[in-house]
């Protein structure tokens, strides 16, 4: 029979990262909201905030979007001012998603003051303790991807 105490930490552990889910949502639905975009529209600004450039093809897949809806998507954007869409040098038919310089003024600012107060959260612990702790979030994150490709498939 498991250790009661270790049950104890497994619900609290589960219990903190829904929590954890439910409290970045619940955040970035106010920012939805103050910025005049969708879910998914955030989606992809966030996207391309921490890569830069994308293509349709991977912002579709991110976003589990059809293509069509993908286009749809970067045409909101695009007239909100907050992406462009550039030619891709390496394939002359393609095209390059990036961020509007006025794009990235609008959305970073929602999100400085959560990036400062996590890296300063995250300064606290040890190496070993953010292997685990970023191990953690990898395999949780892999659960969710793994079960919802199975639902995909359905």
């Given at each position: ?5 270790k049950?104890?930490l497994m619900?609290?552990?589960n219990?903190a990262?829904?929590?954890?889910g439910i ?10 909201e103050?910025?005049g975009v969708n879910g998914?529209?955030m989606?992809?600004l966030?996207?391309?905030l921490?890569?830069r450039?994308s293509?349709?093809t991977?912002l579709?897949k991110?976003?589990g979007?059809?293509?069509?809806a993908?286009t749809a ?6 007239r909100?001012?907050f ?8 394939d002359?038919?393609?095209?390059l998603i990036?961020l509007a310089?006025s ?8 999100y400085?003051p959560v ?5 300063q959260?995250i300064s606290?612990?040890?190496e070993d303790?953010?292997?685990l702790?970023?191990?953690f979030f990898?395999?949780?994150a ?11 498939k359905?």
């Open positions: 029979m498991a250790d009661p105490k049950i104890d619900i609290r552990t219990m990262a829904r929590e954890y409290q970045m949502t619940l955040y970035r639905n106010i920012i939805f103050k910025l998914t529209d989606e992809c966030g996207y391309l921490s890569k450039i293509t349709p991977e579709a991110y976003t979007l059809s293509s069509g993908t998507m970067l045409d909101r954007l695009e909100g001012g992406i462009e869409r550039r030619p891709n040098p390496d002359r038919r393609g095209t990036v310089k794009g990235a003024e609008r959305v970073a600012p929602w400085a990036g400062k107060a996590q890296e959260l606290n612990y040890s303790e953010l292997q702790i970023s191990g990898e395999s949780y892999k659960i969710w991807e793994q079960e919802r490709e199975k639902l995909q359905s």
